[in-house]
C-alpha cells in the first residue's frame, strides 16, 4: 500500500491498495480525535474516533493509531475503493466542545 | 431523520446586508458550534455553545453573532456581510461525553457580493 510519513495534502492510492493518511496534532492536553471524511458539496462525515487512552482502534476497514510522544495520527484504510475518493481530516479535541481541524489530504482512487 | 439540519443552502448577499444561517438538531446535543470552510482549508471554528443559554467565541468570531435559546437550535448572524465572508458554513453538534463524535450538518454555501 501506499503510506506518506509526512502530512501531504494529496495522494493518490491504486484501487484495492491500502492507503494511509498522516496528520500531526499540536496540543499536548487534546484527548479526543476523529477522523473525517468529506465528499465533494457535503458535510464532513464521521469515520472513527480514538481517546487519549488508546494507542490503536479499528473500525470497518479502517485503522486509526495514535502516537502521543510526537503528537501523531494516521488513518489507515483497507482494500481502498473508488468510494473512498474524498477528502480527509483529522480533528483534535483539547476541550469537549471545540474541535481543531488539520488541513486536509485529498485522496484519489486509480482504477 | 436524526441529525443537524442547516438552512438555507445557498444563499447570495451584497455587502452590507445582513442574514441568519439556521442550524437544528434533533439528538439532544448540549454542544453545538459554527465552522467556516474556505477553499484549500481545513474548518475553523467561528461561535460554540455548551448548552441553552451560554456561547462563546472561537476563532474566527469578527462580523458573526449567535444565540442558544433552546437546545435543539444553534443561528449564526452575520451583522453585515462583507466579501470576505464568502464561505461555506457548517453547523455541528455534540452530546457533552463525545460518544459518537460530533455530527455535522450538510452546510450553507455564501457568496457576499
Known amino acids: 500500500g501506499e503510506s506518506v510519513g509526512l502530512h501531504l495534502p494529496t495522494l493518490s492510492v491504486q484501487e484495492g491498495d491500502n492507503s494511509i493518511i498522516n496528520c500531526a496534532y499540536s496540543?499536548?492536553?487534546?484527548?479526543?480525535f476523529i477522523w473525517y471524511k468529506q465528499e465533494s458539496g457535503k458535510g464532513p462525515q464521521f469515520i472513527i474516533d480514538i481517546r487519549s487512552n488508546m494507542d490503536k482502534r479499528q473500525g470497518q476497514r479502517v485503522t486509526v493509531l495514535l502516537n502521543k510522544t510526537v503528537k501523531h495520527l494516521s488513518l489507515q484504510i483497507a482494500a481502498t475503493q473508488p468510494g473512498d475518493s474524498a477528502v480527509y481530516f483529522c480533528?483534535?479535541?483539547?476541550?469537549?466542545?471545540?474541535?481543531?481541524f488539520g488541513a486536509g489530504t485529498t485522496v484519489t482512487v486509480r482504477a | 431523520n436524526a441529525g443537524v439540519t442547516q438552512t438555507p443552502k445557498f444563499q447570495v448577499l451584497k455587502t452590507g446586508q445582513s442574514m441568519t444561517l439556521q442550524c437544528a438538531q434533533d439528538m439532544n446535543h448540549e454542544y453545538m458550534s459554527w465552522y467556516r470552510q474556505d477553499p484549500g482549508m481545513g474548518l475553523r471554528l467561528i461561535h460554540y455553545s455548551v448548552g441553552a443559554g451560554i456561547t462563546d467565541q472561537g476563532e474566527v468570531p469578527n462580523g458573526y453573532n449567535v444565540s442558544r435559546s433552546t437546545t435543539e437550535d444553534f443561528p449564526l448572524r452575520l451583522l453585515s456581510a462583507a466579501p470576505s465572508q464568502t464561505s461555506v458554513y457548517f453547523c455541528?453538534?455534540?452530546?457533552?461525553?463525545?460518544?459518537?463524535?460530533?455530527?455535522f450538518g450538510s452546510g450553507t454555501r455564501l457568496t457576499v457580493v
Open positions: 455541528a453538534s455534540s452530546d457533552r461525553d463525545r460518544v459518537h463524535g460530533y455530527t
Open positions: 496540543n499536548s492536553a487534546s484527548d479526543y
Open positions: 480533528a483534535e479535541n483539547p476541550q469537549g466542545y471545540k474541535l481543531s
